[in-house]
């Protein structure tokens, strides 16, 4: 059955650094998110990204974000400055949504989640 | 903002029971609810939905019920096992065609007991 996969499983890194969390959604799906969930916490929505450009991002999502598709399989989560705060869980999902079907549910796919701790 | 609440943060329940699982919504404006289920260490699985044209959904053993006048959804699990046993989030979107972002709940750790 296909799957969504993320790596690294776990990230450590010092405060200031960069982080690139990577993906690779489901081979025939067309709409990406990522996710986050701090520990003890909701998973909370970050950003939806479609065509090659973001489609909805969260007041999470602030400009030390970014995503992007470098390929047709990876999908990419950046941090720029990483902050003490930013540790949590990170899910990537996947979506099935063929374009100009409306009132088709589909269902988000999540990948096992990247762990990254910001000390 | 809690727009999705799940007011159980854990339940215990005997393998061959139900269990259910509620969720309580503020958002009138959701109208597709999925549940899914999540052990450690892995993300989020998909359950089971509905939408909101709907009030009962099931899938083997598993039954969402919804309520859109009491902005309430229940998943109900019977017969329970061991392997039930993981936490469970109730997510709402705003609409059906699953490409908006989804508004999950805290979630329910759900403990079988053999």
């Known amino acids: 059955e296909p799957e969504v996969t993320q790596t690294p499983s776990h990230q450590v890194t010092q405060m200031g650094q960069e982080v690139i969390l990577r993906c690779v959604p489901i081979?025939?799906?067309?709409?990406f998110y990522w996710y986050r969930q701090i520990l003890g916490q909701k998973v909370e929505f970050l950003v939806s990204?479609?065509?090659?450009?973001?489609?909805?991002k969260s007041e999470i999502f602030d400009d030390q974000f970014s995503v992007e598709r470098p390929d047709g399989s990876n999908f990419t989560l950046k941090i720029r400055s990483t902050k003490l705060e930013d540790s949590a869980m990170y899910f990537c999902?996947?979506?099935?949504?063929?374009?100009?079907?409306?009132?088709?549910?589909?269902?988000?796919?999540f990948g096992p989640g990247t762990r990254l701790t910001v000390l | 903002d809690q727009q999705v609440k799940q007011n159980s943060p854990s339940l215990s329940v005997q393998e061959g029971r139900i269990s259910i699982l509620n969720c309580d919504y503020t958002?009138?404006?959701?109208?597709?609810f999925l549940w899914y289920k999540k052990y450690p260490a892995e993300g989020p699985t998909f359950l089971i939905s509905?939408?909101?044209?709907?009030d009962k959904n099931e899938d083997g053993r598993f039954t969402v019920f919804l309520n859109k006048s009491a902005k309430h959804l229940s998943l109900h699990i019977v017969p329970s096992q061991p392997g039930d046993s993981a936490v469970y989030f109730c997510?709402?979107?705003?609409?059906?065609?699953?490409?908006?972002?989804?508004?999950f709940g805290k979630g329910t750790r759900l403990s079988v007991i053999a």
């Open positions: 999902a996947s979506s099935e949504a063929p374009p100009g079907t409306s009132g088709v549910t589909d269902t988000q796919y």
């Open positions: 081979s025939n799906h067309l709409y």
């Open positions: 990204f479609y065509n090659n450009e973001i489609s909805e």
């Open positions: 958002n009138s404006m959701f109208d597709y």
């Open positions: 509905i939408s909101s044209i709907k």
């Open positions: 997510a709402a979107s705003l609409t059906i065609s699953g490409n908006t972002p989804l508004v």
